[in-house]
């Protein structure tokens, strides 16, 4: 566990897209509280915040794997880290629309 904190805390130091992400989970955590969210829709919002920091966490370790094997402009290193980043962006985008379809009924009920 001791290791787990240490790579949490020092990808959180190092990564400035983690912090946005804890950010923006924080962020959904809070609305999830706000709103009556019901017991599925509470669960998938913690998955997709949980897959979403997990993505990261294996891009942030590929990307320091990869500094390690070739220099960092090698061409198959740039591959690998944009392959790496499409792969968060997508888990990110795909945790947008999850949110967006479980908030926005609550967002229009709360301005109705």
Do not use: C
């Not at 001791?2 to 955590?29: H, K, P, S, V, Y």
């Not at 599925?40 to 320091?64: D, G, Q, R, S």
């Not at 880290?81 to 609550?106: Q, S, W, Y």
């Amino acid at each position: 566990m001791r290791d787990a904190w240490a790579g949490l805390r020092l990808t959180f130091q190092n990564e400035q897209n983690f912090r946005l992400q804890i950010f923006f989970a924080l962020l959904t955590l809070l609305l999830a509280v706000i709103f009556p969210l019901r017991e599925w829709e509470m669960m998938l919002v913690i998955l997709m915040i949980f897959f979403v920091l997990t993505m990261e966490l294996l891009n942030t370790a590929l990307e320091k794997f990869t500094d390690l094997l070739k220099p960092r402009l090698h061409t198959y290193v740039k591959t690998v880290k944009d392959i790496m980043a499409a792969a968060v962006f997508l888990t990110a985008l795909g945790a947008a629309v999850v949110g967006l379809m479980i908030f926005l009924p609550h967002f229009i009920s709360f301005f109705e």
